[in-house]
């Protein structure tokens, strides 16, 4: 040991310098490598490993090489193995950044704790005073219009007299009647309740009173629990599109539900059903006591909602979810260069500033502007860029199937992003897909789960034969008919092929084998939506019955097993018809019992008091009358008259005769 010593001592100081420094900087870099590779998950292991093992045992190598090269004074030796040593260091270094670069960006997609805001709305110009009435979601699972709301209450010593509500529209109904002062909401209120008739022009009929924000545990994530299940197994991912007006994704709970896709996909055989569900979907909110209504309210209480309502609708779990940010399409499809669609020519063309856009497809841009940022595009089959991908994923109103229209060219947006992406090859085209992703898509999807997507990409770049196969569906629905809003029922024979398909997909159902076939060569082939053309059993409306028989009512609430009241009216009307009837235009599974009033034939009242135009019909009456008596005295005058000429030219002739 001591002769080393000496011999190191003799040894040249510029060669120990570098000597020192290259262990010194290799053992750093190499530490910080191993980082970044650990950070990899499950992709490629056993070559991680060897990697580790070879750059570990060069270490070793260069430390007893390198020292006996300088001990030994074979300076060209020492040089090279030196060299070699430091050049490895940036490579290490490098290879680490990117790895960790994608790593952190990935990890910005789930969100353990995200910010939650509650706003405590008034009419406009309106303000909370004590005597104040506040409305406020009774559910304690809705974070921002109850449990923000009550820690607002607390913060601002707010003594106010608060009433429940099991919804948001009614409660919003309120505030617009008067019948409370205030109410708490999330502060996407703007456009989360824009697209309810009622509050269209919300944003400017309002004002924000207080306003409350808490960075909390994403409670979305509570609802999902699949620890250790890689997405090299057959999963369900719910994507759910956030109508934002700014780049980036403000993860909170509420946001717009008019975009809900749910998406199967089965890594064995790459295959993906995609099921679109129209907004206007009538189903029972599972966050609201399974009430009845559109399923695009259910966002308003947030993802855990959406998704229990959609398990409940199809009878399958949902392993993954996905917030899309609307604004960050825009950067995606730019960072694919775009995507190519066939735009679907519409059924109306658009009319703004005076001018008609025949032949194109023209909507909003991505920040909803129209006028000079209105996107137009041709149509038929084209490259279409961010702004025009979005816009024709968002057009409805020139279409005349709407929002199934839109769910249609949705499907193929995707459809298209998804050919793009498995065809990137280039790292700076990745890193900026990857950039686009990260700030606009919330997922409860852990990084590890996403990086063992690798073998699955891997397999199809390897493999030019195996390719992604898409299976679109549709739901074929008609107009329910409600007389309080738009809504949409669907066919529960489309809804079970579509659940079948997904199921067979999850290898939760075996396929049923099809060993014959038919085909015509004069026909084009396309590929067959799932659920269309299915129709079925119709939920039934309440009818209008006033105007008609009692008979008949009688009949109806037997056949649907309603109970009927009938309250006997004193009316004008025919006996047994019907006048008034509690409820109609609403689902006739939603109610138990109708009473209904109807006619018992009888005069009217004398303390009735008629309405102005039967008091006008009285008095018309009466002057027919009067008139009839005038006439009638008339007639009787002039016949009494006509006797006494008669009686006169009588005596006049008898006269003459005597005096002859």
């Not at 490629?44 to 030994?72: C, D, H, K, N, Q």
């Not at 089959?381 to 949705?410: F, K, P, V, W």
Request: hydrophobic share 35%; proline share 2%; with cysteine.
């Amino acid at each position: 040991m001591k002769t080393l010593r000496k011999k190191l001592k003799k040894a040249s100081k510029v060669q120990r310098f570098f000597y020192n420094l290259a262990l010194f900087l290799y053992l750093v870099c190499f530490g910080y490598f191993i980082y970044g590779l650990f950070h990899l998950g499950k992709i490629e292991l056993f070559i991680r490993v060897i990697i580790i093992a070879f750059f570990g045992l060069w270490f070793f190598i260069y430390f007893l090489s390198g020292l006996i090269s300088m001990l030994s004074k074979r300076i060209k030796t020492f040089v090279v193995f030196t060299l070699f040593t430091l050049l490895l260091c940036p490579l290490f270094v490098v290879s680490s950044f990117y790895i960790n670069k994608i790593y952190d960006a990935l990890s910005v997609m789930n969100r353990e704790t995200v910010t939650y805001t509650t706003n405590l709305i008034t009419m406009k110009d309106g303000k909370i005073s004590k005597n104040s009435v506040i409305g406020m979601i009774k559910s304690t699972e809705d974070v921002e219009g109850n449990l923000l709301a009550k820690k607002l209450i607390e913060k601002e010593k707010l003594k106010n007299t608060i009433e429940y509500y099991d919804e948001y529209p009614k409660m919003l109904q309120d505030l617009y009647n008067g019948e409370i002062d205030g109410c708490f909401v999330s502060k996407n209120y703007p456009i989360l309740f824009s697209n309810n008739e009622d509050f269209a022009n919300i944003e400017n009929e309002v004002s924000v009173a207080y306003e409350y924000s808490e960075d909390m545990k994403n409670v979305d994530n509570k609802i999902i629990k699949n620890p250790g299940k890689d997405l090299t197994e057959p999963f369900t991912l719910l994507l759910m599109g956030v109508d934002s007006e700014v780049d980036g994704l403000k993860a909170n709970q509420a946001f717009n539900g008019d975009t809900l896709m749910m998406i199967t996909f089965n890594p064995k055989t790459l295959n993906a059903t995609m099921f679109s569900i129209p907004r206007d979907t009538w189903v029972p909110i599972a966050c609201n006591n399974n009430r009845e209504n559109k399923i695009n309210s259910s966002a308003a209480y947030g993802s855990s909602c959406v998704i229990k309502t959609i398990q409940n609708l199809t009878g399958i779990n949902i392993d993954y979810y996905a917030k899309i940010n609307f604004k960050g399409v825009v950067d995606l499809v730019n960072a694919l260069g775009g995507v190519t669609v066939e735009v679907e020519k519409p059924d109306y063309w658009y009319i703004g500033d005076g001018k008609t856009y025949t032949n194109k497809v023209c909507e909003q841009d991505s920040s909803r502007r129209f006028g000079k940022d209105l996107v137009c595009m041709n149509l038929g089959l084209q490259t279409l860029n961010g702004e025009q991908a979005l816009a024709y994923s968002r057009c409805r109103h020139l279409y005349a199937m709407s929002d199934i229209a839109r769910n249609q060219h949705q499907q193929q947006i995707i459809e298209a992003m998804a050919s793009k992406i498995k065809d990137l090859r280039s790292v700076s085209d990745f890193e900026k897909v990857l950039n686009a992703v990260s700030k606009n898509i919330e997922t409860n999807i852990t990084t590890n789960q996403m990086f063992s997507l690798y073998n699955v990409a891997k397999n199809m770049i390897v493999d030019d034969t195996k390719t992604l196969s898409i299976q679109k569906t549709y739901l074929s629905y008609y107009n329910l008919g409600l007389s309080f809003t738009s809504a949409l029922g669907y066919y529960k024979e489309s809804l079970d092929a579509i659940v079948k398909a997904m199921k067979i997909n999850l290898e939760l159902e075996k396929p049923t084998i099809v060993k014959t076939f038919d085909i015509s060569y004069s026909e084009n082939y396309t590929t067959p939506l799932i659920g269309y053309g299915i129709s079925g059993t119709r939920k039934q409306v309440v009818p209008n019955y006033v105007g008609t028989d009692s008979t008949s009512v009688s009949n109806w609430c037997r056949d649907n097993g309603i109970t009927c009241y009938f309250n006997s009216t004193d009316s004008s009307l025919p006996t047994g018809q019907i006048i008034t009837q509690s409820v109609s235009g609403v689902l006739v599974d939603s109610i138990s019992s109708i009473t209904f009033s109807i006619s018992n034939g009888s005069e009217i009242k004398n303390d009735y008091t008629p309405t102005k135009e039967e008091k006008k019909e009285i008095v018309s009456n009466e002057e027919e009358e009067k008139k009839e008596v005038v006439n009638n005295s008339e007639d009787t005058h002039n016949t009494d008259n006509n006797k006494d000429k008669e009686e006169n030219n009588d005596n006049s002739s008898e006269e003459e005769k005597t005096e002859e």
